[in-house]
């Protein structure tokens, strides 16, 4: 089995525990939109994952996708990368993790790197605060634009 089947597979595995601890049924909807994610590493907007998906489930509306996508998010098997200027993104990686992000297409690249992943978080409340985990945005322009 190749690594990405394998993350395919443990999603789906993780979609499902979700699910049941959560008290929602695993429906197709959830089911192939969870693969749709987890298939690509682009970081997609909710609109081209609803592109992806409409092939694959007959009639799906894009308020599904969108609700379906905040479930998955909720249930703790996707992140949402919200960015103030941009459409909101989705990742299936819930790994601590970072990303570049290009200033003028709005591409999100992963960054994965040792030394950002070991900083130290504040310990105690700040602000009211208690901080549970960090995630670095840097913004740039990648390779097209650059
Ligand atoms: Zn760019
Ligand atoms: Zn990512």
Do not use: W
């Amino acid at each position: 089995m190749n690594e990405k089947i394998q993350f395919k597979e443990s999603k789906l595995q993780a979609l499902e525990a979700g699910c049941r601890k959560n008290g929602f049924a695993m429906t197709v909807q959830r089911r192939v939109i969870m693969e749709a994610l987890a298939e690509r590493t682009d970081h997609p907007t909710a609109d081209q994952l609803y592109d992806t998906v409409k092939g694959r489930l007959r009639g799906i509306s894009r308020t599904t996708v969108y609700r379906v996508l905040e479930t998955l998010v909720g249930i703790g098997v996707a992140q949402k990368i919200s960015n103030p200027e941009a459409k909101a993104r989705f990742d299936a990686d819930t790994e601590r993790h970072h990303h570049a992000v290009c200033s003028r297409c709005q591409r999100v690249s992963d960054i994965h790197d040792p030394q950002l992943n070991s900083l130290p978080i504040p310990a105690g409340e700040i602000g009211g605060f208690t901080i549970t985990d960090y995630s670095i945005n840097f913004s740039g322009l990648c390779a097209d634009c650059r």
